[in-house]
């Protein structure tokens, strides 16, 4: 029979102590159980949806088919970060040609300015609706338009 280490009894002794000290709380809570509990623990009983985390079925499969779980949350995330990241670029652009159609609506129809101006805050676009005529009109004049409508 080989020695043993004394590193490796230690850690024996203490799980030992560990698994007697889990027993000894299981006693006490045996013991120290009555019938005003049972009630409590019927109603948790009887409605485990309620107190379990819900797992989604894609992850389940995951894990029954032998793949790594992080390789779903990884693909998760990457896939709410995209659609963020899409949404985000749309809204940016609305937000934007709601300016140059505001700044474009407001150079040809002047008697709506204070119509569209309260549309724009309205929307959250707030700021000056001059802000959005100076740009295109800038535009406009110096050429940088592109030949086509801001």
């Known amino acids: 029979m080989s020695p043993v280490d004394k590193k490796s009894h230690e850690q024996v002794e203490q799980q030992l102590k560990d698994i007697i000290q889990d027993l000894y709380q299981v006693m006490v809570g045996v013991t120290t159980y009555n019938a005003a509990g049972r009630d409590t623990i019927h109603t948790l009983a009887s409605s485990p949806h309620s107190t379990l985390p819900s797992v989604p079925p894609e ?7 032998g793949r790594n779980p992080d390789i779903y ?10 659609g963020n990241q899409l949404i985000r670029s749309k809204t940016t652009a609305f937000g934007a040609m709601t300016d140059i159609l505001a700044g ?3 150079l040809a129809l002047p008697e709506l300015r204070g119509d569209m101006a309260r549309v724009l805050e309205a929307t959250g676009r707030g700021g ?3 802000a ?3 740009r295109n009109g800038e535009a406009w004049r110096t050429g940088r338009h592109g030949g086509r409508f801001l």
């Open 59 to 65: 992850l389940l499969e995951y894990v029954e088919n």
């Open 73 to 82: 949350t990884r693909e998760f995330v990457e896939l709410v970060r995209h």
């Open 104 to 106: 474009d609506m407001s």
């Open 128 to 130: 000056p609706l001059g």
């Open 132 to 134: 959005a005529e100076r």
